[in-house]
């Protein structure tokens, strides 16, 4: 099969691989026709992640199963699927609380910009829509793998609700989709923060009522003078930068809470900073899985379409091209068709 | 009136100073009977903060009212009172949401080791008790004042509850009020982490099932022993230190809830630890105001008994040797006579 391969920073190119087979009974193979390329692929492309060796790229994936293991119960090939970046049993204590990302048994799964892939522990990680989708909303399906469920959890975490003031720090794909999760929970008034037009007019599509285009302290002042200078009361975090982690916590009011889950690469919180701004913070690995369920039915019922992240679309033989639209912020998210 | 004032790292002494007098019509006017040496005072004491020339000290207080400003209208002389470490008016928005010692207008009280202090916007800082209490509940009352207030809201913020498995790190007067709390709020097993034989005994009396004597990394292993592998639901942090909030997080699972109130000097939290720790955190000053009643309920009716945390008594004029009994950990907590 054809998958992309990541061999060094800025270097991707598709090759070909033997396809995936079943390993363990409880594993089940993918087909993919559609899958694409996470702003979390940059931080190896850009060289803050340290690559071992070529690694097959990908970890979103939602598509036609093809086979299942022996042991596998609850789904069956010629489904359509959505599972996420951890594979989990969803049977352990950590699951039933809602953290599958921290599974006792999670494994993370790769090679998903490919035409197949081998998903484990299947019957914990996968869900099953209840009819093969129409083609128009398996983008809606695939965002659901990472990058709405990330943004869900961030808005879920950050406390997003009715009544609330939410702020969100990010205006990359999981950035939007958490304006959107605050719209579906309920938000009072969403503030993305974005300098970027075509990102603002989806943040104003997903939900936002503001755009606040300062950053950094400059974004935290201005936060605080829309928030009767108290600030908001829910924020967002989906960068995972020094700058961008300072930015959610000083956007927040004492008592509110931060949903963080941009991966936090070079970020150090000091102490005595955090312990006065009197913030909850939440965050780290969407478990995704937990939120599945819902978000699946409501791009199934068409109520939300997340699939409009996607504003480039290109075969998987070009990856490359995608990664450097992605790299230079000339795509928010890159739709890869193998 | 007599006072301590610290005027350098391990100099504390007790002077005459001109008795406080109203300034604002808020302002009341507290006249102190008993007052009591707090943990944080060590930092300075310590030479770890540092001190902007003498400096009057303490900060706990429950006691009854001298005189009250024009403007007054919730507390009356005579009456016995508690407030806490931060004067806060209880009615802005902050306060409203149980934040007030993030108080738009809160100040911060001091003196409180003396025979008389000015308590800032009186109305929303003290609580009456129904009657003045009996002599034998006072230290009870003074705890509330800010160890039990402070061990109480960790304990919160920790989620301690129903069915959860609490683990407290510090075994202070905080640590030990946040082991009273957790029991209090119903919590199935509490583990005191401690190397201390009398500090051992209170936490037990004050309701912890388990005592680890192991810190750092050995104390995280040990608590995951204890709990299936996975980590206590609820940490309590209660020491302020880079070695106590990495073991509170490294003893909470995945999901999990650490409630910190040790102030944390030079802490610096590193990023990937804390976003694939996937815990809870909250903490910060202690909004004590917002338990008061709670709290002075359940020491008025003898529920508990949080003065039990003062193991060493002294008069006022041998503030110094109180210092040093807590400095050298001979004494849990010191109350002064003044």
New interface residues.
């Given amino acids: 099969m054809r998958v992309a391969v990541m061999t060094a920073p800025g270097q991707v190119h598709v090759e070909d691989r033997p396809d995936p087979q079943i390993i363990e009974p409880t594993d089940a193979i993918i087909r993919l026709s559609a899958t694409c390329i996470c702003g979390s692929d940059l931080w190896p492309y850009r060289g803050v992640e340290k690559l071992e060796g070529p690694q097959p790229m990908g970890h979103e994936y939602a598509d036609i199963v093809e086979e299942v293991g022996a042991a596998v119960t609850t789904v069956r090939p010629g489904q359509f699927v959505v599972g996420s970046f951890f594979a989990s049993d969803n049977t352990c ?2 699951c039933r ?3 599958h ?2 599974c ?1 048994h999670r494994e993370g799964v790769s090679g998903a910009q490919g035409q197949y892939m081998r998903v484990p522990l299947a019957d914990g990680t996968l869900l099953a829509t209840p009819e093969v989708p129409s083609g128009d909303l398996i983008p809606g399906f695939l965002a659901a793998s990472d990058v709405l469920g990330t943004g869900w959890f961030a808005a879920v975490a950050a406390q997003a609700g009715p009544g609330k003031t939410v702020a969100v720090v990010g205006d990359g794909a999981v950035g939007l989709c958490g304006v959107l999760a605050a719209r579906q929970l309920g938000a009072e008034r969403i503030i993305a923060m974005s300098r970027h037009e075509a990102r603002q007019r989806l943040a104003r599509e997903f939900g936002a009522t503001d755009i606040v285009t300062e950053r950094g302290e400059e974004g935290v002042t201005r936060i605080k003078d829309l928030t ?3 600030g908001a009361h829910s924020v967002i975090e989906a960068v ?1 930068t ?1 700058e961008s ?1 300072m930015q959610a916590i000083g956007s927040t ?3 509110g809470h931060v949903g ?1 889950v941009g ?10 900073g ?12 969407a478990p995704v899985r937990r939120f599945l369920p819902e978000l699946m039915r409501l791009i199934g019922e068409r109520h939300i379409d997340p699939g409009k992240v996607f504003d480039l679309a290109l075969p998987l033989d070009q990856a490359a091209d995608g990664y450097r639209a992605m790299d230079e912020r000339r795509a928010i998210k890159v739709l890869l068709h193998p």
Same sequence: chains 1, 2.
Wanted: aromatic share 10%; glycine share 20%.
């Fill in positions: 204590e950590i609380a809602g953290y990302s921290s006792i009767g200078g108290l995972g020094q982690m009011r004492p008592g963080y991966v936090t690469h070079d970020v150090q919180l000091p102490g005595m955090l312990f006065f701004s009197h913030v909850h913070l939440h965050g780290g690995p």
